[in-house]
């Protein structure tokens, strides 16, 4: 399954496809809760991913929850509307149009070992865990080294070697 995984990740960044292709973008978040080690305070439970705000995103990552778990746990999609509202969770998306509050969003998590992606240029040297960009028209994706690190996340190394490592 692990190479059937990686696979897609191998075709899609060769091939590529549109930035806003979000389906796309949900298979790569159910693909990083995969290949990404999570402490084990972290690993029991719901598998939980937050949404900041309205995005596209929220129903395609609705339908992968409804068919898909990570291991043996369920996973659990809450869209919120505030960084206030930012519980504990293993992964939380922030959408191109809620970029700006990416400062606050690292001050209330801490060190929480929640991955951050975002989507918008120029995140992934600022803070972001995991951040989207197009290159060549393809959807790509920058990885934080030192981010996930001090968050006590693991990326595997097959999600290194495919990711533009910043």
Not at 28 to 44: H, K, L, N, T, V
Request: aromatic share 8%; hydrophobic share 45%; glycine share 6%.
């Amino acid at each position: 399954m692990k190479k059937l995984i990686l696979s897609g990740f191998l075709v899609f960044s060769v091939f590529g496809l549109r930035a806003q292709n979000y389906q796309l973008h949900s298979v790569f978040i159910y693909s990083f809760a995969r290949y990404i080690q999570w402490p084990a305070d972290a690993s029991a439970g719901d598998f939980r991913i937050l949404v900041l705000g309205e995005s596209p995103i929220l129903p395609e990552l609705n339908a992968l929850a409804g068919k898909k778990k990570v291991g043996e746990r369920t996973i659990q999609v809450t869209r919120i509307n505030s960084v206030s509202e930012l519980t504990k969770c293993n992964i939380l998306f922030v959408p191109n149009d809620k970029s700006a509050l990416l400062f606050d969003i690292l001050a209330k998590l801490g060190d929480s070992p929640t991955l951050v992606v975002t989507e918008q240029a120029g995140l992934g040297t600022k803070g972001s865990n995991i951040n989207f960009i197009q290159r060549e028209g393809k959807l790509a994706f920058e990885l934080n080294s030192n981010s996930l690190l001090k968050r006590k996340l693991k990326p595997s190394t097959e999600l290194t070697r495919i990711a533009i490592l910043i």
